[in-house]
């Protein structure tokens, strides 16, 4: 998969069908609803329109089911035909499960993916996940032969008209935006340490136009950021806070977005185990996601002041490694006792949201960060947990996970009653929680907020991604689907503006919110 090229078309062409492989894909309902002349260019003269019904009439998704029409070269897949109020309605993670078991081998290969326009970005997103570009594998470095998939949409429903460019153009930059946050994620730290993760960003600020800010080694520790440079310190390879600053002229509200980007987590002198530590190398998933959607954002005309912060360090072992019992001051300037060094990723998260509170002045901060195991263990594997001091953007955050496949559900809110888990006799806080029983993920989320404070008048909102950032041993790229999705209202494209999950009256209640936040 890794050498494979993913292109979107309005029409996949029907020309030389016998040399493209292709995978049909929809819910039952919706390929019942296909006429033989849209894709019988695509089957013939391998398959006849008696022998398409055949296969359809054999179809009974339970969740999911296929039928090979010809040999190896094509297949139909059925979604599942309804799904529960918590899963997307584009069914996506069953989207990348088909097309990683059924897809057709072959040089040129097509998807013809059958849904509705409301589920085009939630499929697109779920397509390019099946498709990882990271690979070490000897085979795959001696096969210099780029593969093609081309994906076709054919739209049933009321609004079934053809796909245009813009809309296109901005399918194939959401997913090499997953792509790319997946790749980072999939790279181990050999080669993706935090010299190198600076390095994808500045690809990525070069491609915009944008001048990078970063801030790294003793600087950190000169200027005030405790967390980062406690957890990175004992490194080869230097701890940064990197930004990125998107500001056009006209914007009315300046939004950050904070990634922790740990890119190996031993777990520090607190050192994890034999079994837990590997697959540490997606501790910089939250980073990854944060790039991955801030260059697509711009790419589509981002209309307010947009800040990517990227958090990053290697949380490592050696001789000048933070101890258990070593008090920190963070940027917010409060100190913390550290009692677990492997709980880093609200440290250097702490200093983030704090920088962009106090320099950056922004409105609305958003964190994302494989953050807690016990995520897992609160909302599963599939669903992200969202944290935030505003149930408005709660809601927003579950209805955008469900418009674009990469689905949240929310943790409970109640600093007041979970805040004193982390009490110090000798500092403002300790780093770790004294019951891991009570509310792990929400306390740990706590912590981050509580350094821009929870009076603070602005939104803030955390993301915990630890278990849906990856499926097995591959990335999965969550997170860029779903910061475009959220913020698609703050866009000029106008497919990121209708996958938005905010109606007018919903809009006009978060500037509301936000607002009257400012305010108090």
Not at 46 to 57: D, I, K, P, V
Not at 228 to 256: D, M, W
Not at 411 to 436: G, I, Q, T, W
Request: glycine fraction near 8%; proline fraction near 5%; charge should be neutral.
């Amino acid at each position: 998969m890794a050498n494979v090229r993913l292109e979107f078309k309005a029409s996949a062409g029907d020309a030389d069908p016998q040399a493209r492989s292709v995978l049909l894909l929809g819910q039952l309902p919706n390929l019942q609803r296909v006429s033989w002349s849209q894709i019988s260019g695509k089957l013939q003269p391998r398959l006849s329109e008696e022998m398409w019904q055949t296969a359809l009439n054999s179809l009974t998704p339970n969740p999911t089911d296929n039928c090979p029409l010809y040999l190896n070269l094509a297949t139909v897949a059925a979604l599942p035909s309804r799904v529960s109020r918590h899963n997307s309605p584009s069914a996506a993670h069953f989207i990348t499960r088909l097309i990683r078991n059924c897809l057709p081998s072959g040089a040129k290969r097509c998807i013809v993916m059958v849904c509705e326009r409301s589920e085009v970005f939630a499929s697109a997103c779920a397509i390019a996940r099946a498709f990882p570009l990271f690979s070490r594998r000897s085979s795959a470095s001696r096969r210099s032969e780029k593969k093609s998939v081309t994906v076709e949409f054919l739209l049933t429903g009321h609004n079934n008209g053809p796909m245009d460019v813009t809309t296109l153009n901005c399918l194939a930059n959401a997913a090499e935006g997953v792509r790319l946050a997946a790749r980072i994620v999939d790279t181990p730290c050999n080669e993706m340490n935090t010299d190198d993760f600076i390095e994808e960003i500045k690809v990525v600020a070069k491609d915009l136009g944008i001048i990078p800010t970063i801030i790294r080694g003793e600087e950190l520790k000169e200027r005030g950021f405790g967390g980062i440079y406690g957890v990175g310190k004992a490194a080869e390879h230097p701890p940064a806070l990197v930004i990125l600053s998107h500001t056009p002229v006209g914007a009315t509200q300046t939004i950050a977005w904070v990634g922790k980007g740990i890119v190996y987590d031993t777990g520090g002198l607190s050192i994890k185990g034999k079994t837990t530590m590997p697959g540490m190398k997606r501790d910089c998933g939250g980073a990854a996601a944060v790039l991955g959607a801030f260059k697509v954002a711009v790419k589509q005309g981002f209309k307010d002041n947009l800040h990517a912060l990227f958090c990053l360090a290697e949380n490592s072992v050696g001789p000048s490694a933070t101890r258990p019992d070593d008090i920190h001051t963070l940027y917010s300037g409060k100190t913390v006792e550290i009692n677990n060094t492997d709980a880093e990723g609200r440290l250097v998260l702490a200093d983030g949201v704090s920088y962009a509170c106090k320099d950056l002045g922004a409105e609305i901060v958003l964190d994302i960060a494989t953050l807690t195991g016990a995520q897992g263990i609160a909302t599963g594997k599939y669903h992200a947990a969202v944290l935030t001091n505003s149930e408005e953007w709660e809601n927003a955050c579950v209805k955008a996970g469900r418009k674009c496949g990469d689905l949240v559900h929310p943790l409970v809110y109640c600093p007041e009653l979970h805040f004193n888990e982390f009490s110090s006799a000798m500092a403002d806080m300790k780093n770790s929680v004294a019951d891991r029983e009570n509310a792990q993920s929400s306390c740990a989320g706590l912590f981050i907020a509580s350094h821009i404070g929870f009076d603070w008048p602005g939104v803030w909102v955390h993301v915990d991604i630890a278990s849906p950032v990856h499926t097995g041993e591959r990335a999965t790229g969550y997170g860029v689907a779903l910061l475009l999705s959220l913020f698609g209202r703050a866009s000029e494209d106008p497919l990121l503006y209708t996958v938005s999950p905010l109606g007018e009256d919903e809009e006009e209640n978060l500037q509301r919110d936000s607002k009257r936040r400012r305010l108090v």
